[in-house]
């Protein structure tokens, strides 16, 4: 059975730091696009960091640039997401994804049909 499951969120202070982890059931991840997203009330799925299956090219949204860092890791068949000086923008359910490099952005949602259930992450100001 496939399956992705999100750890690490919580309730920090702005300027605090998270990781969220992303461990993997019955996928291969070398031939996947691995993505972070996040949604906030009221709002879209916004794609906030990713890793190309094909090159492993890391892909960041312009507001994380510099404090988020993506990684793979392998020992666990899964990624992280680490997140450092924290904003209460940056509440809101955090998701990763899996999808097939099909050309896509790997920031886009359409991109990946492959989805952990969400961990919440809020910042308090």
């Known amino acids: 059975q496939v399956q992705l499951v999100e750890s690490g969120g919580g309730l920090v202070h702005a300027g605090e730091s998270l990781t969220l982890s992303c461990t993997t059931f019955?996928?291969?991840?070398?031939?996947?696009?691995m993505g972070w997203f996040r949604q906030a009330p009221g709002t879209g799925r916004e794609g906030v960091s990713c890793?190309?299956?094909?090159?492993?090219?890391?892909t960041y949204e312009d507001s994380v640039k510099g404090r988020f860092t993506i990684s793979k890791d392998s020992a666990k068949n899964g990624f992280d997401l680490q997140m450092h000086n924290l904003s209460p923008q940056d509440s809101g359910v955090y998701y990763c994804?899996?999808?097939?490099?099909?050309?896509?952005?790997?920031?886009?949602?359409?991109?990946?049909?492959?989805w952990g259930p969400g961990t919440q992450v809020t910042v308090s100001s």
């Open positions: 994804a899996l999808g097939v490099p099909s050309g896509r952005s790997c920031l886009s949602a359409a991109a990946f049909p492959n």
């Open positions: 019955g996928f291969t991840l070398d031939y996947y696009d």
């Open positions: 890793i190309s299956g094909i090159d492993g090219t890391m």
